[in-house]
């Protein structure tokens, strides 16, 4: 069962939402910080735009979507705006490449999907300040578009627009260039801004630092046709240490739903991070206090291989997205392959493993009376290229089975060494694991 945000509470001692994302790195720009700081003071209404592009969100999108419920923590009225307008067109921010337009369907079921894991990020449910979700779509449908042009189009410059680094970057590239429907993008975000601010109150909007441009189009187009004051807030864009897209792996991003990234490949994600990301991960990502996170801080270099901050990393993560019982699963799958004892009375956790190491399988009877040597088994598991060059990783101590090191050449591999009566858990090195299932 999911955790569901809604069972985190609310901050115990009252605290100002800019200088909880302050200490947290999580400002890249502001507008207007002193203005801002005394509207704060008092409950506002906030939004964050996100566009439909696939059926889930991926961890690129919980910077934003969790600093919209750090300002519901403290009081504050969150709205996330789906792009079923905007997501039709595609932002040219951040992008080389021109976006693959989507259908009206698509984006629907797209919208529905993502609806779902944003319950997780966002209390739809509380009395005190309940998150919403809105759709874009819903306020452009029916105008047409010599009506947005007169309307909307005639308060924006096209000298100010390229001067965007959004466009900018993008013109500049003469082999990929920016049609005029990218270009037309920061007009609709920045109309999504001025109708939230007369419909619903919202006065500031946040995103990641590549929405600048478009959050400062929205403010200058309230200003102009609603004469109201809104505000603009961006976070940082996460890169790596090494300067890599953060939330990317060798086999692609890794994704909220666990049907396009299972929850153990999730949680390895995190346990993953890198020594120098591990802490300021912390800061941007959970919701752990400062003491606690200052606490991991002094641990972490204290004794760097237990991995204590990388573990409260993936435990939090996990928890937050996909509930108690899955990070449990994921702790105990993950502690048998950082060699941890196996429980026998845990199958259940065991198996997690089979869709996440390479497996192989073997005729059980050859298990049975003397067995087969452990020579061999290396060799039919692909672990080792030879029996010689198994014997010699024998005799290097670089062998494990059922997490039992072995240096015995001789060493014969018989059924009563399976676990659960089937399985049989073979590692070479630190990180080179096999699965051999017999049957």
Known sequence: MA?????????????????ELQWRGLIADC??????TKKLSAPITLYCGFDPTADSLHVGNLVPLLAL???QLLGHNPIAVAGGATGSIGDPSGKSAERQLLTQEILDHNIASVKIQLAKLLDFETKQNPARLVDNASWTKGISFLDFLRDIGKHFSVNQMVAKESVRARMEDRDVGISYTEFSYMLLQAFDFMVLCREQNCELQIGGSDQWGNITAGIELTRKKISKQVFGLTLPLITNTDGSKFGKTAAGAIWLDPKRTSVYKFYQFWINTADADAIRYLKYFTFLS??????LEKQHPENPGVRVAHKKLAAQMTLLLHGNDAMQF?????????????DLTKED??????????????VKSKLEGVGLSLVELLVHAGLCPSKGQ???DLEGGGV????????????????????????????????NYVIITAK
């Open 390 to 392: 198994a014997r010699k």
């Open 31 to 36: 507008t207007d910080t002193a203005e801002l």
């Open 330 to 342: 994921c702790q105990a799958a993950s502690n048998i392959l950082f060699g941890g004892e196996i």
């Open 69 to 71: 419920r750090r300002f």
């Open 400 to 431: 494990n089975i059922n997490n039992v090191r072995e240096a015995n050449v001789a060493r014969m591999v018989t059924s009563a060494d399976l676990l659960f009566g089937k399985h049989i858990l073979l590692r070479k090195g630190k990180k």
């Open 290 to 295: 400062k003491e606690e996170i200052e606490a």
């Open 3 to 19: 955790i569901g945000i809604r069972h985190l509470s609310f901050y115990s001692i009252p605290v100002s939402i800019l200088e």
């Open 349 to 362: 956790y065991f198996e997690v493993l089979l869709n996440e190491v390479p497996t192989t399988k073997i």
